[in-house]
Nanobody, 124 residues
């Protein structure tokens, strides 16, 4: 039974940092691209970052470039999203997702496997 579990969300002040983790089980992570998505209240889900199967290619939303960094540790079955210089507009539920095809992830399309999400709130 596959499972993606996000952790690391919480309340942070503007300008602060958080590191989200996505721990994967039931599928061999080394064969999957993994992306982070977010959905704010009243808004559509949007892609934030993706890392390819080999870890050599990444893609970021314009809003995330220069502030967020995605990385993966296949030995720990975990993908991370380091978020710095957080802004109130980053407030959302953050989801990780995995797909066997790099291009699906890198284009922020509809990936196959999804986690349940973790709340990130940026507020003073």
């Amino acid at each position: 039974q596959w499972q993606l579990v996000e952790s690391g969300g919480g309340l942070v002040q503007p300008g602060g940092s958080l590191r989200l983790s996505c721990t994967v089980s039931g599928i061999p992570l080394e064969y999957y691209a993994v992306g982070w998505f977010r959905q704010a209240p009243g808004k559509e889900r949007e892609g934030v970052a993706c890392i390819s199967t080999g870890g050599d290619t990444t893609n970021y939303a314009e809003s995330a470039k220069g502030r967020f960094t995605i990385s993966r540790d296949n030995a720990k079955n975990t993908v991370y999203l380091q978020m710095n210089s957080l802004k109130p507009e980053d407030t959302a539920v953050y989801y990780c997702a995995a797909d066997y095809t790099d291009s699906v992830c890198l284009s922020f399309s509809d990936l196959t496997y999804w986690g349940q999400g973790t709340q990130v709130t940026v507020s003073s």
